[in-house]
C-alpha cells in the first residue's frame, strides 16, 4: 500500500519570507508521480507542482519549487516570497497505477 | 489548466431520497476519473475509481450499493448517493486524470447536507 506523510499540521511564515513544507511517502513501485495541491477556503484543489520520479532534477514552478530526494522517499515544497495569497491547506499526493493518495495536509498562515 | 465541473455545487435532501452529482472534464478525455470525500479540516479521502466503461474499483469500506458510479462517457462520471442518511453529509469532490500529463484536475466539490 502507498501512503503519504505530512508531520506538519500547521506552518507559518511571514511575508516575502521562505517557508518550506515536508512529505514523505512509501511505495514499493520505481515509476511514480508526486503532487503538491493547494486547497484554500473555497475547497477547490488547485495544482501547486508535479514531480516525475524518474526525474532527477527538482520541479520548480516561479516561487514554488520541490526537493525531490527519491532515495530516502523525500518530496518537500519551498515557497519563497511568501504572498498573503499563499495561505491554504497544502496537500502532498502519491500517484501510480490510478492509485492516488494524499497525505493530512498542513495549513499554512501567512502574516503580514 | 484543465478544467472540471461538478454540478450541483451544494445540495440539501432529505433522509432516505437519492441524490446524484455530475462530474465534467470540460476540455480533456478523461478515462479514469476518482470520487473523494472530505469531512472538516481532514484530507480527502478516496472513495472509488471511476473507469469509463467499465465498474468502478471501490476503497475498503466504501459501499458500492450506496454509492453508485456511473462513468458512461470519457466526459462525464457521476455518483449517486442512495438512499442518503446524515451521515452521508459530507464534501463530495472528484477528479479527472488527464492521460497526457498523468496529472489529476479537480472539480470544485459538492457539498452534500442530509436533513
Known amino acids: 500500500a502507498q501512503t503519504v506523510t505530512q508531520s506538519q499540521p500547521e506552518m507559518s511564515v511571514q511575508e516575502a519570507e521562505t517557508v518550506t513544507l515536508s512529505c514523505t511517502y512509501d511505495t514499493s513501485e520505481s515509476d511514480y508521480y508526486l503532487f503538491w495541491y493547494k486547497q484554500p477556503p473555497s475547497r477547490q484543489m488547485i495544482l501547486v507542482i508535479r514531480q516525475e520520479a524518474y526525474k532527477q532534477q527538482n520541479a520548480t514552478e516561479n516561487r514554488f519549487s520541490v526537493n525531490f530526494q527519491k532515495a530516502a522517499k523525500s518530496f518537500s515544497l519551498k515557497i519563497s516570497d511568501s504572498q498573503l495569497g499563499d495561505a491554504a491547506m497544502y496537500f502532498c499526493a502519491l500517484y501510480n497505477n490510478n492509485d492516488m493518495r494524499f497525505g493530512a495536509g498542513t495549513r499554512l498562515t501567512v502574516k503580514p | 489548466g484543465a478544467v472540471v465541473s461538478q454540478h450541483p455545487s451544494w445540495v440539501i435532501c432529505k433522509s432516505g431520497t437519492s441524490v446524484k452529482i455530475e462530474c465534467r472534464s470540460l476540455?480533456?478525455?478523461?478515462?479514469?476519473m476518482f470520487w473523494y470525500r472530505q469531512f472538516p479540516k481532514q484530507s480527502l479521502m478516496l472513495m472509488a475509481t471511476s473507469n469509463e466503461g467499465s465498474k468502478a474499483t471501490y476503497e475498503q469500506g466504501v459501499e458500492k450499493d450506496k454509492f453508485l458510479i456511473n462513468h458512461a462517457s470519457l466526459t462525464l462520471s457521476t455518483l449517486t448517493v442512495t438512499s442518503a442518511h446524515p451521515e452521508d453529509s459530507s464534501f463530495y469532490i472528484c477528479s479527472a486524470i488527464r492521460a497526457s500529463t498523468d496529472t489529476q484536475y479537480f472539480g470544485p466539490g459538492t457539498r452534500l447536507t442530509v436533513l
Open positions: 476540455d480533456f478525455q478523461a478515462t479514469t
